[in-house]
């Protein structure tokens, strides 16, 4: 290569290198995002995946960058040095990410559990094995059995599995409920029930989701009682109860829509929930003097209807802690649109004979009797994500919850 292309060649490798950083910030952020398509997410995976190449085809020349990546304390760029690192297809690469993985903790431990999860394993996977059934787990047991889990390779009896997920160090607990969340082996149903039932919510999320997906016959109905039980305060139980729920359940979301005491997060509900009783409650709500309520309102009515009806109007939102802003902390408020009420009932209107055929719609496609590929191709992330988690449980889908997340995705 002339000399003065050479030059250029560490600019380069620069920019690819961070570009891989931020990219993988926003795949972490997409991959259930209302905002997302399906289209956008595989052109951001196309992206990544195109400066991972940049950096794999420098070779040996890229490992000195790499290096001080592994010594990063952004966790992002720590993230991209030791996945590019896995990529690279073993040798130093791969023993360089072994030695930062087993003397790591805290956010370090997170980001290269991730990396171990998307990368390649490679002689790592025996000791990794090693680690997760220690007898006596830490939180780098649990890292490396969700690392094990993703790549459909973790091997631990239930004995050695419930030492994780009833382990009294937390973070213990927490890693070892997000690998359960993703691994195929049957669990007895009184081990989820703990962890529906832990006091930590991260691992009460995680320990449903896994239920979900292990299509454990008792979840609807102990995440009715959870939801009655709290009032829906328990967001993530009245969650899964929206996605997986029957028409029966209408009364119940319903109401949970108009507790004004669960703040516009409650319009979530509603929106995944995609009943067409519930429109009407969130066309009385566009026209709230709340901001938030308002534009929360607005997008779960898109996502039921898939009109998309903002306004272009532009308004800050208020502290959430109620006080005044003063000048300075004015240029940094959080920003929402606000829907056009007219248009919305409108298309309402237009649409609702159509609608009251079908018990479950999302983004105007009926989705009552399951969704095809075709449907999930035309999602948005977190619809798509709901229907996928809900077609498992009714058998009507065949994949996992590893499909929905390994690098890159392909058509459902």
């Not at 091997?155 to 890693?175: D, H, K, M, Y």
């Not at 999302?362 to 009797?369: A, E, I, K, N, T």
Request: hydrophobic fraction near 40%.
């Amino acid at each position: 290569m002339p000399a003065a292309k050479l030059r250029f060649l560490p600019d380069i490798l620069d920019e690819h290198f961070e570009e891989l950083a931020f990219l993988w910030s926003q795949r972490r952020a997409a991959l259930c995002s209302p905002i997302y398509t399906w289209r956008a997410f595989l052109q951001l995976e196309g992206r990544i995946e195109a400066h991972v190449q940049g950096i794999l085809v420098v070779g040996e020349g890229a490992l000195p960058l790499l290096e001080e990546g592994l010594r990063a304390e952004d966790p992002d760029v720590l993230f991209a040095a030791a996945y590019a690192l896995l990529r690279s297809g073993g040798g130093r690469g791969t023993q360089l990410v072994g030695e930062a993985f087993f003397g790591s903790e805290g956010e370090k431990l997170e980001s290269l559990r991730e990396a171990l999860a998307h990368g390649l394993l490679g002689n790592l996977e025996a000791r990794l094995q090693e680690e997760s059934a220690a007898g006596s787990p830490r939180p780098m047991s649990a890292a490396a059995a969700h690392a094990l889990a993703f790549h459909g390779k973790l091997n631990l009896n239930a004995e050695q599995f419930n030492r994780l997920l009833r382990s009294e160090n937390i973070e213990v607990r927490r890693g070892g409920w997000r690998a359960a969340s993703v691994d195929v082996v049957a669990r007895r149903s009184e081990v989820y029930r703990e962890g529906i039932g832990d006091p930590d919510a991260d691992i009460r999320r995680h320990a449903l989701v896994g239920a979900a997906w292990a299509r454990e016959a008792w979840l609807l109905d102990a995440c009715r009682e959870r939801v009655r039980g709290s009032k829906g305060e328990d967001h993530d139980a009245a969650y899964l109860l929206a996605i997986l729920g029957r028409p029966e359940d209408s009364r119940e979301i319903l109401a949970l829509g108009r507790n004004a005491s669960l703040g516009p997060r409650r319009f979530r509900l509603l929106g995944s929930f995609g009943h067409p009783l519930v429109v009407e409650d969130l066309l009385s709500e566009l026209t709230s003097a709340d901001a938030a309520t308002a534009a929360a309102a607005g997008a779960a009515f898109t996502k039921i209807t898939g009109c998309d009806i903002a306004s272009g109007s532009r308004v800050a939102l208020a502290p959430e802690d109620g006080h005044e802003p003063d000048e300075f902390e004015k240029d940094f408020l959080d920003e929402v649109v606000l829907p056009d009420p007219e248009k919305a009932r409108a298309h309402w209107k237009k649409i609702q004979p159509q609608f009251t055929k079908g018990t479950r719609w999302c983004r105007g496609r009926d989705l009552s009797r399951g969704c095809s590929p075709e449907d999930l191709d035309q999602l948005d992330m977190e619809s798509r994500w709901e229907a996928c988690l809900r077609g498992n449980f009714d058998r009507t889908w065949k994949g996992s919850a590893l499909d929905l997340e390994v690098f890159p995705q392909r058509s459902a």
